[in-house]
């Protein structure tokens, strides 16, 4: 069964750093992509980062560029999210998904995915 978990979430000042981890099971992280995923009260799920976990190709929302880094461990099957420089706009649950049809750009968008985690809540204070 198709399970992610994430974790790493909590309430840091603005400036501050935070790692999320997205664990697996039930399938091998490099036959799909993965996409972190944020949202906040009132909004729209919306992409963060999505990484092809075969060959490690990365993509990032213009939002987070230069500030976040999205990166996997084949071996524990686990995606990770570290976040650096957080602003309180970062505030949001985060949630990792697995697409189906692996790399492309149907990756960023939300719809589509077939499975998420229940989500890992970050705050960032001003």
């Known amino acids: 069964e198709v399970q992610l978990v994430e974790s790493g979430g909590g309430l840091v000042q603005a400036g501050g750093s935070l790692r999320l981890s997205c664990a697996a099971s039930?399938?091998?992280?490099?036959?799909?992509?993965i996409g972190w995923f944020r949202q906040a009260p009132g909004k729209e799920r919306e992409v963060v980062a999505c990484?092809?976990?075969?060959?490690?190709?990365?993509l990032y929302a213009d939002s987070v560029k230069g500030r976040f880094t999205i990166s996997r461990d084949n071996a524990k099957n686990t995606v990770y999210l570290q976040m650096y420089s957080l602003k309180p706009e970062d505030t949001a649950v985060y949630y990792c998904?697995?697409?189906?049809?692996?790399?492309?750009?149907?990756?960023?968008?939300?719809?589509?995915?077939?499975?998420w985690g229940e989500g890992t809540q970050v705050t960032v204070s001003s």
């Open positions: 998904g697995m697409h189906p049809r692996g790399w492309g750009p149907w990756i960023q968008v939300a719809y589509g995915y077939d499975h």
């Open positions: 990484i092809n976990s075969r060959d490690g190709s990365t």
């Open positions: 039930g399938f091998s992280l490099d036959d799909y992509a």
